[in-house]
Every structure is written in C-alpha cells, then in structure tokens.
DNA sequence: CTATTGACTAAATTAGTTTTTTGGTCAAAT
DNA sequence: ATTTGACCAAAAAACTAATTTAGTCAATAG
C-alpha cells in the first residue's frame, strides 16, 4: 500500500498553515512534514498559493456543512438565517486555520491571505444569496435585491460578533437572535 | 495686535496634516508654517498626539453641525436617520483630512491614527445614541438596546457605503436609503 | 518678569549593504 | 514514470551607518 503523496501533502500543509500560518509556513518545512521531497509538491501543485488554494476550498466546503447542518425546516426563515450565520461564524472563531489567518492578516497583512479571507467571505455571500433565493421563490420573503441583502446580513453579523468585541462584552448567541429579529422581522419603526 | 499663536499653531497644523499625514507632518514643519519657534507649540500642547487630538476634536464638532443641518423636523426618524448617516459618510468622504487619515490608516496603519478614527467612530456612536433616546422618549419607535442599534445602524451604513465599493459599483442616495428603509421600517418577514 | 525661541540630544526612522532564507527547477536516482 | 534534494535567482531578514525627529531648556527678546 503506497501512501498516498497528495494527501500527505495536503494534511502537513493544513497543519502548517494552522500553527504557524501562510508566510511562515516554508515548502521545505510541509515536505518534511509530509515525508515528501520538496519536488513531489510540485508534481501535483504548481505553487505554494495553488496549495493554499485547494486547502481553503475544502475550509469552505466544510463551512457550507456546517451551515446546512443548522437549518431546520420547521423554523422561520428569520431563524434559519441566524442558526445558519452563528455556525458559519462559530466555525472561524474556532477552527485554527481559519484563526490564524485572520490573525496573520490582522498583524501582518500577508497579501495572499487577505485575497483568501475575501474570497471566503464572497462565498458565504453566495451561499447565503441562494438561500435568500429559495425563500423568495417560495413566497417566504418579499422580493429584494438578493446580493446587496446577502451582503449587508452577514455585514451586521460579523459587526455583532466581531467589531462589537473591540468595545465591549460579547453578545451572547440569544442576544444576537433577538437584535436580528428586530432588524430582518419588525425593523425599527413602530 | 499680537497675532493668536496658539490659532496659529493648529490651523498649520490642520493644513499639514490634511497633506501629508500625521506621521510625515514634523514639529519642524508645523512651527515653521506657523512662523513659530517650535518651542511655543510645547508651551500650548504637551506633545504632538495632543495637538493632534485637539484638531480631531474640533473635526468632530463640524460633523456633527453637518449631520444636524441635515435632519428636518417634518421628515420620519428613519428618513432622518439616513440623511444624518448620508451626511456624516460624505463629510468623511469629501474632508481633506478625513481622506488623508483614513488613507495613512489603510497603508501604513499608523497607530495614532487608528486610534483618532476609532475615537471619530465612537462619537457617531454617541452621537446617534441620542437621537434615538430622543425618538423612543418621544414614542416615535419602540424601545432598544440603544448602544447595540447605534452602533449597528453606522456599521450598515459604513458597509453599504464603503465596503459594497470594494466589489461593487457604488450604490446611490436613493439606493442606499431604499434599502435602509427595508431593514429599519419592514424587515424581511412578509 | 514672562513669553518665545532654536540649538541641542536621545531616540526613532530610514537608507544602504550583506547575509540568509525561500520558492521553484531539473538532472540524477529509484 | 515517479520521486528526489542539490541548486539558483530572487526575496526577505539582519545589520549597520547615517539621518531625522519629538521634545527640552538655557539663552534671548519684549
């Protein structure tokens, strides 16, 4: 039974990227890891980014799991969108990638990091327009422009969950489904 | 007539850092544009962060002359809430030195400066905390954790406004106040 | 006397140079 | 047909020298 290179590649980048992050992780250092000479990576990705690349294309396939996992028919719309955006947000708070990269961006700015939160971030913007999509299809929800509205939900989610912190005491997951209700249900106006 | 050497001092040091920045504005420069010893700013100001902060002050001041000049009587809270907001992004968009800081925050993360803009957030904040105490005194919307809508109301408005543009063509007046109408009067639920 | 000044200093920043590290290649080995 | 690691150019880091700058204070001016 050869072992199998590519994944024993991908499984030392992963743990690289985790601990130490995008820059500080070597290709010397994930070959060692992965018991690899350094040429093998390159047989099967044609850079270091192309690798990061993959890596965070399964982050993001595990993320959409975890999203659809929350969701449960019997509820509101309303409740669905916030059970599935607290996941989604649970998930980078505590998976170790995703925490370091968010870290490295934050203290260092790494170029090829920030392009990857983005594009992590319009893939939730996706997964979430899709789901707005289906609700108004199914009359659950009054017709809108579905990618502005994707786009500003999980905006005030991560200013809920994030930027709040920067100022004060976290917001428990209650207190977050409460101040959603009053802005996708009731709004502001009496 | 003595000329006014502390009004001196600040209007220089307005101008320069409105140019070039807080970092590149020297102590030099400002006494120099002030036609002042550098020694007579430290008799007014205890170091540069101070001067720094005092224009900020009054920075702050003429936003919020701006954002009142803005609201009318006769209009809803939330029409009103948005012309205020509208006029704020656009004074932030329009001052030279607003431009310039966000600018030295954006490339080389000064942290005098990250901290002045925190400081301008926090005062919108506040700002927008009163208006809404005033609107749920007078009945005109229901009660709220009034620092939790303030401070999510201008993360709105700051997404619509300045992150949508990261991806997106810029959305209009008109655009942006449809949309706030939405989220603050009906919410999503039918 | 008080208010103002600019030469002065310690500390920080920048510029220039050398050394080390790193992503990626490819001829040799398996 | 795969896999490898010595090798290379280019980038980053470390180091140093030179410059700049915030803030001070003895001398000066009014």
Redesign the pocket.
């Known amino acids: 039974m ?1 072992p199998d ?1 590519r994944k024993m590649i991908v499984a030392a980048a992963t743990k690289s990227f985790s601990l130490f992050g995008y ?9 060692k890891l992965a ?9 099967f ?5 192309e ?1 990061f690349e993959e890596i965070i294309s399964s982050l993001v396939k595990e993320m959409i799991v975890e999203a659809d996992s929350a969701i449960q028919l019997e509820l509101s719309f309303t409740e669905n969108v916030h059970r599935a955006l607290y996941r989604l947000l649970e998930f980078r708070s505590q998976h170790q990638l995703m925490i370091k990269l968010v870290q490295e961006e934050a203290e260092m700015g790494t170029l090829a990091v920030s392009e990857m939160l983005q594009h992590v971030e319009n893939e939730i913007i996706d997964y979430l327009k899709q789901k707005i999509e289906t609700a108004i299809a199914k009359g659950a929800i009054p017709e809108a422009n579905t990618e502005i509205t994707s786009f500003l939900l999980l905006k005030m989610y991560i200013a809920l969950v994030s930027d709040w912190e920067r100022n004060h005491a976290p917001l428990s997951s209650e207190q977050i489904a409460e101040i959603m209700k009053v802005f996708l249900l009731k709004g502001l106006q009496k």
Chains 1, 2 share one sequence.
């Open positions: 050869a290179r820059k500080a992780t070597t290709m010397d250092q994930v070959a018991n690899v000479g350094k040429g093998t990576i390159y047989t990705f044609k850079n270091k980014e690798l």
